[in-house]
């Protein structure tokens, strides 16, 4: 049993969020492992230096993420009021999403499974200090 009235209890609870700007993208299909090359690349990375990372990336992921970060560094520079010269990628990472499973018809009247993976992919940005 919690302790304390409905109302304190949400205060609390809001005061532990994290207040960083993110952006995150659900159901993207794309694997978690493809994702992640790209991910690793930017991790750590200012947004510029992310930016042209992304752009030049021969990955289809890259596409994907570069629109995402986009998006968190809009979010930062309309929501929070932070410049973008000074942000840099804090934590990005994908978390397995749900799988599409399909069939494909194969010799001799089998039937192979087909999974079509999905991921949920965060972007989280801070300035430094």
């Known amino acids: 049993m919690a302790k304390g009235h409905r109302s304190q209890i949400k205060r609390e609870r809001n005061a532990q969020k994290d207040t960083r700007p993110s952006a995150k993208l659900s159901y993207a299909r794309i694997s978690v492992t493809k994702a992640c090359f790209v991910l690793d690349a930017i991790r750590g990375k200012d947004v510029q230096t992310a930016l042209a990372i992304l752009e030049y990336n021969p990955r289809y992921g890259s596409t ?10 809009a979010n930062a ?8 010269e000074n942000l840099y990628v804090a934590e990005c990472y994908a978390n ?4 599409m499973k399909r069939i494909k018809p194969r010799a001799q009247g089998r039937a192979y499974r087909i999974e079509k993976l999905s991921s949920h992919i965060t972007v989280v940005l801070d300035e430094k200090k």
Do not use: F, H, V, Y
Request: without cysteine; charged residues 20%.
């Open 96 to 99: 397995r999403g749900p799988i």
């Open 64 to 73: 994907i993420i570069r629109k995402l970060l986009q998006s968190a560094i």
């Open 77 to 84: 520079e309309n929501n929070n009021g932070m410049n973008p």
